[in-house]
């Protein structure tokens, strides 16, 4: 394996003039002809991957089954081997793989996969003692994709999760004695300042009272465990049959605390409060979802600042991923696989049966990704293991923000053409007929044009309901698109960018992570759409168009 550079890396980054540099930095021929070593660098290695079950994990693992097979695997655990069969032996994903091995498809997979019954948010990862021995003296690499992004999530859980759970994981590092690479798939809604370019770098702790003041300093580690004791107590004293609102409830307003007041500078506070009061006023479910805040940004925020605090504590490098809003797959291993609902898509497949003409959204401002984080993310630990056994930390966007954005006028437009000539068609058979996206810059102008939009005073009763139940639902992915839908930051790749700029020509066309390679208007039309129909709707013969 090549082993690159780290001052050309640093000086990417302290350059202001990214793109001109990233072209002078990266010339020399050997670099260029060697690469980063991104197939071999797997070759015999036993990886211990957390959450692989999650929806990019899984991409993460197609991927290094059909590119590098050469990993390997350890013994068996009967009670996770079911459930691994289900969610990865048996989907779609692995179609490719299954082709290439045709009837040894199951007998390679064994053996190269094995499934272990665990819980990151416990000690010793919820493990039992001798499997967790086992795995500690074979493991060469830990890549950490558990996490729980649900947008409303109750605090205790997200906490548990996105903080603890890489606190356990560090933990369990030091007893790896053949460790030679820890990588941490995060995002990018950690950062706190969401104005302007965001770098890649770490992100500072910043303590708020209710009145958005900042408090008093306390280690990442006194943190954790004030809020762990916090939650702990809380749930102590809510019947448990109110558990679940009690703990939203709470993570909203540790949101703040944690330095995160909404949605994320005091620009963007005045606007919040300027809209959301009107429609606090409202009272009722309106008054708790305009509240309801993504707690898992503040969690995973915490959770990358304890791995940074704690580098020194493992001698292998440290990789921290941050991706964007991620769709279906791009290109591999086929167009268009998705599993799930995410960022945009509920919109998208709303507009599509004419359920929505508008939303309050931003139209000059997206960021969206596709796949390519999974070769992105290879490409960053190919390189980093390469440097040695030293505590290296560094942090990767991967997202096409900065190179190759695509707003969400132009996301809309994409998909008003997508519908408009192939419509969805409603259960009684007739085809679907949109409009072009209405774009509100409040919740109050969103809520008045839900009703003027409806032709509610001609509902029977049972409509009217119906009606009312898409309203609150409607209402309530607004109030959590919220934080997302207004900022006015984009996300600095340089040290993707030289990454790319190391890799060979062989390397960037089979692990791809350009975003300047992305035609958005193709990919959305006959990519992104057709495979959320196909999967999500189940509707045949939509893979690609």
């Known amino acids: 394996m090549l082993k690159t550079e780290n ?23 050997t670099l260029k002809k060697a690469g980063i070593g991104i197939e071999n660098f797997l070759q015999g290695k036993v990886i211990l991957i957390t959450g692989a079950t999650g929806f990019l994990t899984k991409v993460f693992v197609e991927k290094i089954l059909r590119s590098m097979p050469g990993v390997i695997r350890r013994k068996d655990k009967e009670d996770a081997k079911q459930r691994l069969k289900d969610e990865i032996v048996d989907i779609e994903i692995f179609k490719c793989v299954k082709q290439k091995y045709g009837e040894q498809y199951e007998e390679f997979m064994w053996s190269k996969l094995v499934g272990v019954v665990g819980d990151v948010g416990q000690s010793n990862l919820g493990m039992e003692e001798d499997l967790a021995t086992e795995i500690a003296n074979d493991v060469h690499i830990i890549v950490n994709g558990a996490a729980d992004t649900k947008f409303d999530q109750r605090y205790d859980i997200a906490l548990q999760v996105n903080a603890m759970g890489p606190c356990n994981l560090m933990d369990f590092a030091k007893k790896c004695r053949n460790l030679e690479l820890f990588l941490h798939i995060s995002t990018s809604t950690v950062k706190s300042s969401r104005k302007g370019r965001l770098m890649e770098e770490i992100e500072c702790l910043s303590l708020r009272d209710g009145r958005g003041r900042q408090t008093s300093i306390m280690t990442e580690a006194m943190v954790l465990e ?24 709470l993570g909203s307003i540790r949101y703040e605390c944690l330095g995160y007041s909404d949605p994320f500078s005091p620009g963007k506070r005045i606007w919040v409060a300027k809209y959301l009061w009107v429609y606090q006023g409202t009272g009722g479910n309106a008054d708790l979802q305009a509240k309801r805040r ?54 998208i497949l709303d507009y599509g049966k004419g359920k ?23 490409g960053a630990m190919a390189k980093h293991a390469s440097m040695g056994k030293k505590a290296d930390m560094s942090i990767y966007h ?31 058979g007739r085809p679907v007929q949109v409009s072009e996206m209405t774009f509100f810059n409040s919740l109050p ?7 003027t939009s409806s032709e509610a005073v001609q509902f ?8 009312i139940k898409f309203k609150e639902h409607a209402e309530y992915m607004a109030t959590i698109y919220l934080p997302y839908a207004f ?30 390679s992305i035609e958005w208007k193709d990919y959305i039309v006959n990519v992104h759409i057709p495979g959320l129909r196909r999967h999500i709707w189940k509707e045949k013969g939509l893979s690609k168009m």
């Not at 440290?318 to 945009?344: A, C, D, H, N, Q």
């Not at 102008?445 to 009703?451: I, K, P, R, V, Y």
């Not at 996300?491 to 390397?507: H, N, P, Q, V």
């Open 460 to 467: 029977s009763s049972k409509k009217m309901f119906e009606f």
């Open 294 to 347: 993504n707690i898992g940004t503040p969690t995973k925020a915490l959770g990358e600042m304890l791995i940074y605090k704690r580098r020194g504590e493992i001698l292998a490098p440290l990789v921290i991923t941050r991706t964007s809003g991620i769709l279906s797959t791009y290109k591999e291993p086929f167009p268009g696989w998705i599993e799930g609902i995410k960022t945009v898509d509920p919109v």
């Open 445 to 451: 102008d969103f809520s008045a044009h839900l009703w």
């Open 356 to 378: 929505l003409t508008g939303f309050p959204l931003n139209p000059n401002f997206c960021q969206w990704l596709a796949d390519m984080v999974v070769n992105g993310t290879l």
């Open 487 to 516: 900022h006015t930051d984009w996300l600095d790749d340089s040290k993707t960018r030289g990454l790319i700029g190391s890799m060979s020509e062989e390397e960037k066309k089979k692990f791809g992570c350009d975003a300047k």
């Open 7 to 29: 001052t050309t890396s640093l000086s990417i980054e302290d350059n202001e003039n990214n793109q001109r540099f990233v072209e002078a930095g990266f010339v020399e021929p």
């Open 226 to 249: 004030k809020e762990m004791k916090l939650v702990s107590d809380y749930k102590k004293l809510v019947e448990h049959n109110v558990l679940t609102p009690k703990m939203k409830q």
């Open 398 to 428: 991967l997202s096409s923000t900065s190179s190759n954005p695509i707003v969400l006028e132009d996301l809309f437009k994409f998909v008003y053409q997508h519908f408009k000539s192939r419509p969805y068609f409603s259960p009684s």
